[in-house]
């Protein structure tokens, strides 16, 4: 787990583009010049070959030059570190360890990691006191096709084809509610029945109305826990676990009894 929180951390800071962050102190300025200079240059090569029309000896001379410029770019960024701490503590954060990581958090609190692998994926589950780690998930291949089937059958209403007759198009959202609910089950099975067997929680526990509504954020909970009642999924005496989500890293959760 926590070689994945390295991977993720370095993908993390592959997404910030060091080229626009500026070093502080007037020595640093030509150094600073001199990385953005180079991030130009850089990138512009590497759009080059992404282009798959240079020649042999093009890509051959593009790459020598790629080689060149990134050891310089090395070099500058050691020479910026020497003058900005700030700098240093950016491109290479410190990560939590997993011990760290439980007492970030509550006795109540069951946190879910998943890494994406080419064969197979794999899932840790961390509570306070336990690490459990589950290596038997999908490959990143199989997880990509469902979830882009998924997205298809959710996004089906909101994109009309041309000259379709209003039969024709009944047909076709029949069709992607139906494929919604097949695909979200082996989704929710192949992703989320490692952990729900370990917390001894059925799959057909959890309520799902996402293929109707789309994202509802919040009100989700309140449109999912009212059709549960009305179609008998929720009975006198049942508790109840409701849990939501909306934007940046807002969140709540709760369990009643019904």
Same mark, same amino acid.
């Given at each position: 787990?926590?070689?994945?929180?390295?991977?993720?951390? %370095?993908?993390?800071?592959?997404?910030? !583009? +060091?080229?626009?962050?500026?070093?502080?102190?007037? !020595?640093? %300025?030509?150094?600073?010049?001199? @990385?953005?200079? *180079?991030?130009?240059?850089? &990138?512009? =090569?590497?759009?080059?070959?992404?282009?798959?029309?240079?020649?042999?000896?093009?890509?051959?001379?593009? &790459?020598?030059?790629?080689?060149?410029?990134?050891?310089?770019?090395?070099?500058?960024?050691?020479?910026?570190?020497a003058v900005d701490p700030r700098y240093q503590r950016l491109i290479s954060p410190s990560l939590l360890r997993v011990a760290e990581i439980? &007492?970030?958090?509550? !006795?109540?609190? =069951?946190?879910?990691?998943?890494?994406?692998?080419?064969?197979?994926?794999?899932?840790?589950?961390?509570?306070?006191?336990?690490?459990?780690?589950?290596? &038997?998930? /999908?490959?990143?291949?199989?997880?990509?096709?469902?979830?882009?089937?998924?997205?298809?059958?959710?996004?089906? %209403?909101? #994109?009309?084809?041309?000259?379709?007759? /209003?039969?024709?198009?009944?047909?076709?959202?029949?069709?992607? #509610?139906?494929?919604?609910?097949?695909?979200?089950? +082996?989704?929710?099975?192949?992703?989320? $029945?490692?952990?729900?067997?370990?917390? @001894?929680? !059925? *799959?057909?526990?959890?309520?799902?109305?996402?293929?109707?509504?789309?994202?509802?954020?919040?009100?989700?909970?309140?449109?999912? *826990?009212?059709?549960?009642? %009305?179609?008998?999924?929720?009975?006198?005496?049942?508790?109840?676990?409701?849990?939501?989500?909306?934007? $940046?890293?807002?969140?709540?959760?709760?369990?009643?009894?019904?």
């Amino acid at each position: 787990m926590e070689a994945n929180e390295r991977a993720r951390a %370095r993908l993390l800071l592959e997404t910030i !583009p +060091l080229s626009r962050i500026k070093v502080k102190g007037l !020595p640093a %300025r030509d150094l600073d010049n001199r @990385k953005r200079s *180079l991030h130009r240059e850089i &990138n512009r =090569l590497a759009q080059q070959l992404q282009t798959g029309t240079l020649t042999e000896a093009e890509t051959a001379d593009r &790459n020598q030059r790629l080689d060149s410029l990134l050891f310089d770019l090395d070099d500058v960024q050691a020479q910026i570190l020497a003058v900005d701490p700030r700098y240093q503590r950016l491109i290479s954060p410190s990560l939590l360890r997993v011990a760290e990581i439980q &007492n970030q958090l509550d !006795p109540e609190t =069951l946190l879910l990691e998943y890494r994406l692998g080419e064969t197979r994926s794999f899932l840790w589950a961390v509570t306070t006191s336990s690490v459990a780690a589950f290596s &038997n998930l /999908p490959s990143r291949s199989e997880v990509d096709e469902l979830v882009r089937s998924l997205y298809d059958s959710v996004s089906a %209403r909101s #994109h009309p084809v041309t000259n379709e007759s /209003p039969t024709q198009k009944k047909a076709r959202l029949d069709a992607a #509610h139906s494929n919604y609910r097949g695909t979200a089950s +082996l989704l929710s099975e192949k992703l989320l $029945g490692p952990i729900a067997d370990r917390l @001894k929680i !059925p *799959l057909d526990r959890f309520y799902v109305n996402l293929d109707k509504y789309g994202n509802t954020s919040a009100a989700a909970v309140a449109i999912a *826990l009212d059709e549960a009642n %009305r179609s008998g999924r929720i009975k006198h005496g049942d508790y109840v676990l409701m849990v939501v989500f909306g934007g $940046g890293l807002t969140w709540a959760s709760t369990v009643i009894e019904w």
